[in-house]
């Protein structure tokens, strides 16, 4: 599961002798016999530092193939995020946690995950929507109502205490939507302090910031920004097309194809000086959020504008893209 405590125990290493092994002992195979071509374009534009490459997601796997290819080719690594949920199988966990990859959390999460273990079932679509209106509406320091609940919830997930992600719930000191609200504060205090580890020491972080798997592009969500400017990083947009057919479905193993790589111009922080926040902004907070998200968003926008010229026309915006989850069981695997 991921918790606090995981978040404090994730290793990185400039040079992850894991993402090595499986590069030689699986990558590589399955690209030499499958086979499949990996092509890297204009790798040049990218700047001898660390940097945030930005890129599409269109496939379960599409950032095997570049990572694999980086490596080989100009040895370079990489620690990309993922979501939270990954970490909730023992060994899928342990693949995630010495591979250089980056848990992110969401309240969403955080509320399913606690709801699992308190109830011994994920909420319904009903009680996730009540939860996660009231929690956000408390983060952005709004007073709601509280929404009524059976008796069932009101005794077992709002009233009694417990330690489920690392942080003790006391309902005599605080309410249920203040507790997700903290855990959350925490986990990305924490989650940020990775990101800036990772550039310290020498490695790229890989970010998709349409969020979910879709073929063609989608909105970008701010995240990146809070973190690009935040560290006053360089932003490399990147441009895949083709993995989709390479990784069709859920198997690792890639099919014969051709992926592309296509790497735009560096995006450097004075360059988006327009979009540039106060000294004082924390990412992830969200009364900052909402006081500089023009900004934030106007910043992804030309991001992924950018992504959209290097991709291929069936992958660039439009219709058909794909179904986007809601509800909680998009926080759950299998």
């Known amino acids: 599961m991921l918790d606090i405590p995981r978040l404090d125990h994730i290793p990185l290493s400039p040079t992850p002798l894991s993402q090595k092994i499986i590069g030689w002992l699986g990558l590589g195979p399955n690209y030499t016999f499958a086979p499949v071509k990996i092509e890297v374009v204009d790798f040049d534009h990218v700047p001898s530092g660390s940097v945030i490459y930005a890129m599409n997601h269109t496939d379960r796997y599409n950032y095997w193939p570049f990572q694999y290819r980086i490596w080989r080719d100009y040895d370079r690594y990489t620690a990309t995020w993922v979501k939270g949920k990954y ?12 591979t250089n990859n980056l848990p992110t959390v969401s309240r969403g999460y955080l509320i399913t995950r606690d709801f699992l273990s308190a109830m011994n079932r994920p909420p319904s679509d009903e ?55 903290e855990i959350f504060r925490i986990m990305m205090e924490k989650f940020v302090g990775l990101n800036r580890r990772c550039l310290e020491l020498g490695l790229d972080v890989l970010i998709f910031p349409q969020g979910t798997r879709s073929v063609r592009l989608l909105p970008g969500h701010i995240g990146l920004a809070e973190l690009a ?87 660039q915006f439009g219709e058909g893209g794909g179904a986007v989850e809601t509800g909680s069981r998009r926080f759950l695997t299998g």
């Open 87 to 98: 970490y909730e199988n023992w060994l899928l966990g342990k693949f995630m946690q010495y």
């Open 127 to 181: 009680e996730y929507t009540n939860l996660r209106r009231w929690v956000d509406a408390v983060s952005r320091g709004e007073s709601p109502a509280v929404p009524v609940f059976d008796a069932e919830l009101e005794k077992s997930l709002l009233g009694a205490a417990r330690n489920v992600l690392g942080y003790a719930f006391d309902p005599a000191r605080e309410s249920y939507a203040d507790y997700i609200n």
């Open 229 to 315: 400017m935040s560290f006053k990083a360089t932003v490399v947009p990147v441009g895949c097309s083709g993995s989709d057919h390479v990784y069709p479905g859920g198997s690792p193993f890639g099919k014969k194809g051709h992926i592309v790589y296509r790497m735009g111009q560096p995006i450097s922080h004075e360059e988006m000086e327009r979009f540039h926040l106060p000294e004082d902004f924390v990412p992830f907070d969200p009364q900052h959020e909402a006081t500089h998200r023009a900004n934030l968003q106007g910043y992804v926008d030309v991001v992924m504008d950018r992504i959209n010229e290097l991709v291929d026309p069936q992958y």
